[in-house]
């Protein structure tokens, strides 16, 4: 059974920085690419950034230069370090295991708040 679990969503104001992490089971995690989508209230779910096996990484151009994912693949873990916070990054944040059928996580909530 696949399992991606998100954790590490919190409240922090802007400028702040939060990690989150998805932690991966049931799947042979170095063949996947990985992701991490968010979705604001009233809004599509976007993509923020992906992570290949070997660890080439993309990003969409709302979080270049202040988000940075990473991957631990023998632990089955990927990471999203979150800085420079803005109140539009406020979002439910989905870990994403690329297939033909997609494995998601139930989300975390970052919301970003003075």
């Known amino acids: 059974q696949v399992q991606l679990v998100e954790s590490g969503g919190d409240l922090v104001q802007p400028g702040g920085s939060l990690r989150l992490s998805c932690a991966a089971s049931?799947?042979?995690?170095?063949?996947?690419?990985m992701a991490w989508y968010r979705q604001a209230p009233g809004k599509q779910r976007e993509l923020v950034a992906t992570?290949?096996?070997?660890?080439?990484?993309n990003y969409a151009d709302s979080v270049k230069g202040r988000f940075t994912i990473s991957r631990d693949n023998a632990k089955k873990m990927v990471y999203l370090q979150m800085n420079s916070l803005k109140l539009e990054d406020t979002a439910v944040y989905y870990c994403?295991?690329?297939?033909?059928?997609?494995?998601w996580g139930q989300g975390t909530q970052v919301t970003v708040s003075s």
């Open positions: 049931g799947i042979n995690f170095p063949w996947y690419t």
């Open positions: 994403e295991a690329e297939s033909p059928v997609p494995y």
């Open positions: 992570i290949t096996g070997s660890s080439g990484t």
